[in-house]
C-alpha cells in the first residue's frame, strides 16, 4: 500500500547535474522526514541528505555544497537536485520515509532506487 517511486537517474557526465524524484503515496507524507540514501555495487548504504517536516536539511560530508534535498508537501512528492557529479557519486539512489513519535519508531519505507552513473 505504501510506495515510494523514484525517477530520474541516468547516465550523465562528470561536472554534469542531475535532479532525482520521488513520489509517495499512502503515507501522511508531510509528516514524515524523507531521505535520499545511495549505494554502489558492493558497497553499504550511505545517507546522502535527509529533510525534516520542518524543512530542515542534512548532508553527507561527501556531497554538502553540491547536493540539494528538497520537499513539495502539495505533491508528495521530495527532490535531490545533483550538481558538479562526480564518478564517485555513480550508485542506485534510494527514497526513504521515516516516522517516530518521541523514541518509538512508526513507519520505515524505502523505494526500489534509480541508477545514477557518472562517467565520461
Known amino acids: 500500500q505504501v510506495q515510494l517511486v523514484e525517477s530520474g537517474g541516468g547516465l550523465v557526465q562528470p561536472g554534469g547535474s542531475l535532479r532525482l524524484s520521488c513520489a509517495a503515496s499512502g503515507i501522511s507524507f508531510s509528516t514524515y522526514t524523507m531521505g535520499w540514501y545511495r549505494q554502489a555495487p558492493g558497497s553499504q548504504r550511505e545517507l546522502v541528505a535527509t529533510?525534516?517536516?520542518?524543512?530542515?536539511?542534512t548532508y553527507a560530508v561527501s556531497v554538502r555544497g553540491r547536493f540539494t534535498i528538497s520537499r513539495d508537501n502539495a505533491k508528495n512528492t521530495v527532490f535531490l537536485q545533483m550538481d558538479s557529479l562526480k564518478p564517485e557519486d555513480t550508485a542506485a539512489y534510494y527514497c526513504?520515509?521515516?516516522?517516530?513519535?518521541?523514541?518509538?519508531?512508526?513507519?520505515?519505507?524505502w523505494g526500489q532506487g534509480t541508477q545514477v552513473t557518472v562517467s565520461s
Open positions: 526513504n520515509a521515516a516516522s517516530r513519535w518521541a523514541t518509538v519508531k512508526l513507519g520505515d519505507y
Open positions: 529533510i525534516t517536516r520542518g524543512g530542515d536539511t
